[in-house]
């Protein structure tokens, strides 16, 4: 059974920094992604940043390029957040996807994913 844990929200100023931090284990796999989403109050959940875990490759939404990155070691994957913004407080879910390989990051495709819990991000003005 795929497990993923996200861990590192919390309460933020704009213009600061957080790290969140996905941890998945239980699965094999050669290569995989692994999606960052979020869901802010009364908001669909949006697909934020994805990693491909054999070249590295990464994909971000617009709202963030520049200011997040996306990063993997082992069975981990980061989310570095810098110059939050208040529109950036949601629910943030890593979710591990085996059949998709970030390609839902660019066209419309379904995927099947193993989602964590979630972390709330919360940034203050």
């Known amino acids: 059974e795929v497990q993923v844990v996200e861990s590192g929200g919390g309460l933020v100023q704009a213009g600061g920094s957080l790290r969140l931090s996905c941890a998945a284990s239980?699965?094999?796999?050669?290569?995989?992604?692994v999606g960052w989403f979020r869901q802010a109050p009364g908001e669909e959940r949006e697909g934020v940043s994805c990693?491909?875990?054999?070249?590295?490759i990464t994909h971000y939404a617009d709202s963030v390029k520049g200011r997040f990155t996306v990063s993997s070691a082992k069975n981990m994957v980061y989310l570095q957040m810098n110059n939050l913004k208040p529109e950036d407080t949601a629910i943030y879910y890593c979710?591990?996807?085996?059949?998709?390989?970030?390609?839902?990051?660019?066209?419309?495709?379904?995927?099947?994913?193993?989602w964590g819990r979630g972390t709330q991000v919360t940034v203050s003005s």
């Open positions: 979710a591990v996807i085996l059949d998709n390989l970030c390609l839902y990051m660019i066209e419309p495709t379904s995927f099947t994913a193993s």
């Open positions: 239980g699965f094999t796999a050669d290569d995989y992604a």
């Open positions: 990693i491909t875990t054999k070249f590295g």
